[in-house]
C-alpha cells in the first residue's frame, strides 16, 4: 500500500514535473491505494474465483469514475448528487485539481487573468467549492471496506462461538418465535423424514 505508490510516483514525478510537492502528491497516492486495495480485498471474498474478482473490481473502479460528477455533473444528478461522495475518483481528482489550480493562481501575475476566469469556471461546474472533505471520506471508503470484508469473511468461516451462533441465528430464532415452533425438534423431523437415516434401535 505504500511500496506500490511510491515507485510509480518516483518514475511519474520525474516525468510530469507537477507543482507541488512530492509529499503532496504521495500522500494523494497511498489514500488512492487504502481506498482500492480495500475494493481488492472485498471482492476478492465475495467471488471464489478469480476471474470474477477482476471483473467486479474493475467494474467497481469504472463506476466510480462514472459517478464522480463530471459527466454527468454533481447539478446533472439532482436529488442523487450524494452518490459521488461515495466516489473515490472524484475525491482523488478533487484533491489533485484544488492543490495544482491553487498553485497556478499563485504563479499568475495577474488574479484577473483569463487562465484564472477559466479556473473558477472549472471549481464551479464541478462543484469543487463545497464543504466535502476528500480526505475524509476518502478514509472513511477504505475503512468501510475492510469492514465489509471483514463481515464476509466471518460469514463464510467455520469457526463457531457463541457470539456468532446468536447473530447467524437471529431470524430464525425470531421466526420461531412468532410461530410458535420448537427449532430442538427440527433436527430429529428432518431425520425421520429421510429413508437412509435408521433410528438407533435398529442397530441393536
Same mark, same amino acid.
Given at each position: 500500500?505504500?511500496?506500490?505508490?511510491?515507485?510509480?510516483?518516483?518514475?511519474?514525478?520525474?516525468?510530469?514535473?507537477?507543482?507541488?510537492?512530492?509529499?503532496?502528491?504521495?500522500?494523494?497516492?497511498?489514500?488512492?491505494?487504502?481506498?482500492?486495495?480495500?475494493?481488492?480485498?472485498?471482492?476478492?471474498?465475495?467471488?471464489? #474465483?478469480?476471474?470474477?474478482?477482476?471483473?467486479?473490481?474493475?467494474?467497481? +473502479? !469504472?463506476?466510480?469514475?462514472? =459517478?464522480? $460528477?463530471? @459527466?454527468?455533473?454533481?447539478?446533472?444528478?439532482?436529488?442523487?448528487?450524494?452518490?459521488?461522495?461515495?466516489?473515490?475518483?472524484?475525491?482523488?481528482?478533487?484533491?489533485?485539481?484544488?492543490?495544482?489550480?491553487?498553485?497556478?493562481?499563485?504563479?499568475?501575475?495577474?488574479?484577473?487573468?483569463?487562465?484564472?476566469?477559466?479556473?473558477?469556471?472549472?471549481?464551479?461546474?464541478?462543484?469543487?467549492?463545497?464543504?466535502?472533505?476528500? #480526505?475524509?471520506?476518502?478514509?472513511?471508503?477504505?475503512?468501510?471496506?475492510? +469492514? !465489509?470484508?471483514?463481515?464476509? =469473511?466471518? $460469514?463464510? @468461516?467455520?469457526?463457531?462461538?457463541?457470539?456468532?451462533?446468536?447473530?447467524?441465528?437471529?431470524?430464525?430464532?425470531?421466526?420461531?418465535?412468532?410461530?410458535?415452533?420448537?427449532?430442538?425438534?427440527?433436527?430429529?423431523?428432518?431425520?425421520?423424514?429421510?429413508?437412509?437415516?435408521?433410528?438407533?434401535?435398529?442397530?441393536?
Amino acid at each position: 500500500m505504500v511500496i506500490y505508490p511510491l515507485l510509480f510516483l518516483s518514475m511519474l514525478y520525474i516525468e510530469i514535473v507537477p507543482r507541488g510537492s512530492f509529499s503532496f502528491y504521495f500522500f494523494v497516492m497511498v489514500l488512492c491505494s487504502f481506498v482500492c486495495s480495500g475494493i481488492g480485498q472485498l471482492v476478492s471474498v465475495i467471488f471464489d #474465483r478469480t476471474e470474477y474478482a477482476y471483473l467486479a473490481g474493475t467494474i467497481f +473502479a !469504472l463506476l466510480s469514475c462514472l =459517478l464522480s $460528477g463530471f @459527466s454527468p455533473t454533481k447539478d446533472e444528478l439532482k436529488q442523487g448528487g450524494f452518490i459521488v461522495i461515495f466516489s473515490f475518483s472524484r475525491h482523488v481528482q478533487s484533491l489533485l485539481f484544488r492543490h495544482e489550480s491553487k498553485l497556478y493562481l499563485e504563479a499568475l501575475e495577474s488574479k484577473d487573468h483569463i487562465w484564472g476566469t477559466s479556473v473558477e469556471g472549472i471549481h464551479k461546474n464541478f462543484d469543487f467549492n463545497n464543504s466535502e472533505n476528500p #480526505r475524509f471520506w476518502m478514509i472513511l471508503i477504505g475503512f468501510l471496506l475492510r +469492514a !465489509l470484508t471483514f463481515a464476509f =469473511l466471518y $460469514g463464510k @468461516s467455520e469457526y463457531r462461538s457463541k457470539a456468532r451462533f446468536y447473530v447467524t441465528n437471529l431470524l430464525p430464532n425470531l421466526k420461531s418465535l412468532l410461530t410458535c415452533e420448537s427449532r430442538r425438534d427440527r433436527p430429529f423431523k428432518h431425520q425421520a423424514n429421510r429413508p437412509d437415516v435408521l433410528p438407533s434401535s435398529s442397530f441393536k
